[in-house]
């Protein structure tokens, strides 16, 4: 009988009109229909389903017109979750959620993916934050297991944030109680992709196509379920055999704390419910056996066509079994497999690969033999293993020969493992090693190689190094700077752009993309060049810049590839008494508008920077072991690894290595707090009180009493998401937020950000003023809470209903927090809708205005900041419905200077009251 307790709900989205079309989410998604309605694995009941698919509705004139949205959602679990008259209590005991189409995520957390919704364009960032909405049904506690799979990019198109649903269900606090296991096709900030991979060569999602492989044949537990857990480890081996290489990462899954059994297998399942065989040629396998057994090679030329031949799956084969083979081509458990060979002669290891596409007339793998210590037949006891590796913050994976997984550790793995054949997985960020090892009759204490991973830090170790790189890096670094300033006051700033593709026997770049970056102040004030230390070599690929500056922070600008309206940045922290050095990689420019050639173009990668702290006067760490261990400690806390703890001596010489640490504890949850604190302990206390970023931890492990904000924005993202839950009076500035922080990128680990130059009409009058008026209003016990919060024009349908074709005209240039205030406006303008009779129109109302307000306070921005940009987007939405000339609407408090040029401007509060007054 099917399961009527399990639920689903698969959204999917091929059709973007804003953006550009796939071909891949609804075959997925009716892939995941048929897993959830076989009777061997998901077993729901097909009332219990419910699919929302893009060509469900047609081809959309225009974006605005284009479905499915987070409307269709919403309605879809409305339709369990309500009454009449409010909510259901518990509905069932899992619900799925699946999610396919193009996605993005804000960057402040690991994850927080969103999936656009069908009307998402150019300055429209609508979208379904998918996790925010299994974490509400959480919290309500409708289900006691959440399974949700986002099959998305997590990258961004432009700065934005991934917004709360309005979707607002009973806040019960059960999410403790509630399981919740996640998976995602990409890791923050990087694509998934698809291919024509069906059966019948249909286009596929790479990520859902072996999740459903994992979850189909993932080993089951000793009572036979299949758990999320093994579903999760499953799916690594699968990844790694199929598509690591290729795409460069590992796709994220997340179990439940508590282990979800997602099914169970019968004692008598049938053979599609276990794990598939596969055919694979032995015949290197034959011929080395035969050699060790002293036995003449056999006949291994190519034989007639011939059915495989059935072997035991128990992971371990005799050579005298070998030779008794007809054929080469034998059918075997994907896995690791052992040639038991006579006496103390080496034993044969090879592994079973899972088949990349699995159908019919493929050419069978050929195993490779690895010698191995013999192995005895007889009863041993468990053996202590000891594996570890050159990097201390490498993450070791121990699988059985089924690929189940042992343990997992950092660095060094310590553990008692039965006799028997094993894989070790090496992991450093997206890059892996393997290794296979076999623990016989006594302990084993192995080093595992470790993976080369790419840095831009041209740090010894590393793949993308050069020393004719590194070694320049490492001696203009120490160039004397030669400040004017007071030395106690003072920091320096080294920055070293190269590009690690570049070959000094190639070509010379005639536009090398390091002359298109400048350091300056975050208000965009050109720093004193006579404080500059510069230089390029195009020959070899570089470019430097060293300088003295004031304690604070600094802003490394380059050009967009979208044009030279836009800019990219990137927040570099100047601290007293030590170097800030930032390291810089090329990568291929995007594609770009029409009529713009980017072909083999480079451009600067701000998202994979690599940013290193050391006392002026000290030598760079591009060539000590320290350095290698704090990029792959960057590289770890980037992906959501674990990173191991420096010691005090560690911490003092590479400061980033025990901040990655303390933010890669504090996102692994509160029972971690102990580690935090011993990070943010061992550090200097000039940079536990200089870096916004260990402030910020300090602040929130109660070590420090702050009065008022910080006015320096941390340099990692994740350090902005722990600052909004601090208390108001410490945390971070709101300007901070309103310039930077609601202007942050995804898709990587720093504080990045994208934004029309244009529109720093906030930019150059608030973070000015704000010097000023923070002394003013401290003195006067006046802060932007005390302000007056009334939005002008007047927030009613009156006001909108004219405007709305001009607000249905998107802006890239809109800032995030207009972007969502434009999508909420638009979809409750959605709702109006003509009487047959009358002709007139009916409309639900608007929200209430203080809506407006808890939007800002959502983002961290001030009521102040949410008035002015409501009322510039008015005056826009004004300006494209061609009501008549533009006067902008403003909010001037006493001496504040305006916030814009073009504004009316007094020494009082001033509002326009009515449509006639222009």
């Not at 409708?142 to 309005?166: H, N, R």
């Not at 694509?191 to 979850?215: M, Y």
Request: net charge negative.
């Amino acid at each position: 009988m099917p399961r009527d307790d399990h639920y689903a709900i698969v959204l999917t989205i091929n059709r973007y009109p804003g953006l550009s079309d796939l071909h891949g989410p609804e075959n997925d998604g009716e892939e995941f229909r048929q897993w959830l309605l076989d009777p061997e694995y998901g077993d729901l009941d097909t009332r219990r389903i419910q699919v929302i698919r893009s060509q469900d509705y047609g081809v959309a004139a225009t974006p605005d017109d284009a479905n499915p949205t987070e409307k269709e959602l919403k309605k879809a679990l409305n339709l369990w979750l309500r009454t009449p008259n409010g909510w259901h209590d518990r509905i069932g005991q899992r619900l799925y959620l699946f999610f396919a189409g193009h996605g993005f995520t804000a960057g402040s957390t690991i994850h927080d993916p969103a999936l656009f919704s069908a009307v998402a364009q150019n300055g429209d960032t609508a979208h379904i934050a998918v996790l925010r909405y299994a974490s509400k049904i959480a919290n309500a506690g409708f289900f006691d297991e959440i399974i949700l799979v986002t099959d998305c990019c997590q990258d961004v198109l432009k700065a934005s944030q991934v917004l709360e649903p309005t979707w607002t269900p009973p806040d019960r606090q059960r999410t403790a109680h509630v399981r919740l296991f996640q998976a995602y096709g990409a890791p923050r900030g990087r694509q998934s992709f698809e291919r024509n991979i069906g059966p019948a060569g249909q286009s596929r999602g790479l990520f859902t196509s072996v999740l459903l492989d994992a979850l189909r044949s993932a080993p089951p537990d000793a009572d036979g379920w299949v758990t999320d857990r093994a579903v999760a480890d499953y799916f690594q081996v699968l990844w790694a055999d199929r598509y690591e290489q290729e795409t460069g990462y590992t796709p994220p899954l997340t179990p439940a704390t508590k282990r979800i059994r997602i099914y169970q297998r019968p004692a008598s399942a049938p053979a599609s419910a276990l794990p598939r065989r596969v055919a694979v040629d032995l015949s290197r396998i034959i011929a080395r056996s035969a050699a060790i057994d002293r036995q003449p090679d056999p006949d291994i030329s190519p034989y007639p066509p011939a059915p495989p031949t059935d072997m035991a799956p128990n992971g371990q084969l005799r050579s005298s079994q070998l030779r008794q083979l007809e054929h080469p081509i034998v059918e075997l458990t994907p896995g690791l497999h052992l040639v038991v060979t006579p006496g103390n002669l080496p034993d044969l290891a090879f592994e079973v690969p899972y088949p990349v596409l699995p159908a019919a007339g493929n050419t069978p793998p050929v195993a490779a033999p690895i010698d191995m210590p013999a192995l005895r037949t007889d009863q041993v006891a468990a053996q202590p293993v000891v594996l570890r590796t050159d990097n201390p913050n490498a993450q070791i994976t121990v699988l059985d020969a089924s690929y189940a997984r042992v343990s997992i550790g950092t660095g060094v793995v310590s553990l008692s493992l039965a006799p028997g054949l094993y894989k070790a997985l090496v992991h450093v960020g997206a890059e892996s090693a393997q290794s296979l090892f076999v623990v016989a009759d006594a302990p084993l204490d192995q080093r595992l190689p470790g993976p080369e991973f790419s840095a831009a830090a041209p740090v010894i170790g590393t793949s993308t190094t050069h020393q004719y790189q590194s070694l320049h890096a490492a001696e203009y670094s120490m160039i004397p700077t030669e400040p004017s300033r007071d030395l106690s006051e003072i920091g320096e700033v080294f920055v070293f752009a190269r590009d690690s593709s570049f070959s000094p026997d190639g070509s010379l770049n005639p536009a090398p993309p390091w002359r298109q970056w400048h350091l300056s102040s975050l208000v965009g004030a050109t720093l004193e060049e006579r404080l500059i230390h510069s230089g390029t070599d195009d020959r070899l690929g570089y470019a430097y810049l060293k300088l003295a500056a004031t304690v604070g922070s600094l802003a490394l600008r380059t050009a967009s590839p979208w044009g030279e309206s836009n800019e990219d940045g990137l927040v570099v922290p100047v601290i007293k008494g030590w170097r800030t050095e930032i390291y810089l990689d090329c990568t291929s420019a995007p594609p770009t508008p029409p009529m713009v050639d980017t072909q083999g173009a480079r451009m600067l990668d701000l998202a994979t920077a690599s940013i290193h702290l050391i006392r002026m006067g000290s030598a760079s760490l591009l060539f000590d072991p320290i350095g290698l261990a704090t990029e792959a400690a960057r590289a770890q806390l980037t992906v959501g690894r674990e990173v191991a703890v420096p010691s005090t001596e560690q911490a003092m010489a590479s400061p980033m290595w025990a901040l990655y640490a303390a933010l890669a504890a504090f996102q692994r949850g509160g029972q971690h707090i102990d580690t935090v604190g011993q990070c943010v302990a061992a550090v200097p206390k000039e940079i536990r009180e200089g870096l916004s970023d260990f402030a910020v931890l300090a602040q929130w492990l109660g070590l420090s009493n702050v009065a008022h904000p910080l006015r320096n924005p941390p340099a990692l993202a994740a350090s902005w998401s722990l600052a909004s839950k601090l208390e108001a009076r410490g945390g971070l500035a709101s300007e901070l937020f309103e310039e930077i922080g609601q202007w942050r990128s995804g898709g990587s680990l720093w504080t990045l950000w994208q934004r029309s130059v244009d529109d720093r009409w906030l930019l150059r009058n608030r973070l000015s003023d704000q010097a000023m008026g923070t002394l003013k209003g401290n003195a006067q016990g006046i802060d932007d809470a005390a302000t007056p919060q009334v939005l002008a024009p007047a927030w009613s349908l009156d006001t909108w209903v004219p405007v709305e074709d001009g607000l249905r005209c998107p802006n890239p240039t809109h800032s995030p927090f207009q972007q969502a205030l434009r999508r909420r406006l638009l979809d409750a303008l959605a709702e109006r809708h003509t009487d047959a009779d009358s002709d007139a129109f009916t409309t639900v109302s608007l929200p209430p205005e203080s809506d407006v307000f808890a939007l800002a306070a959502e983002l961290m921005l001030s009521p102040i900041y949410a008035m002015a940009a409501y009322s510039k987007l008015y005056a826009e939405a004004r300006r494209q419905s061609d009501l008549g000339p533009l006067i902008e609407w403003v909010t001037v408090n006493g001496d504040e200077p305006d916030l814009d040029s073009t504004a009316t401007k007094s020494k009082r509060s001033t509002h326009l009251q009515s449509m006639d007054d222009y």
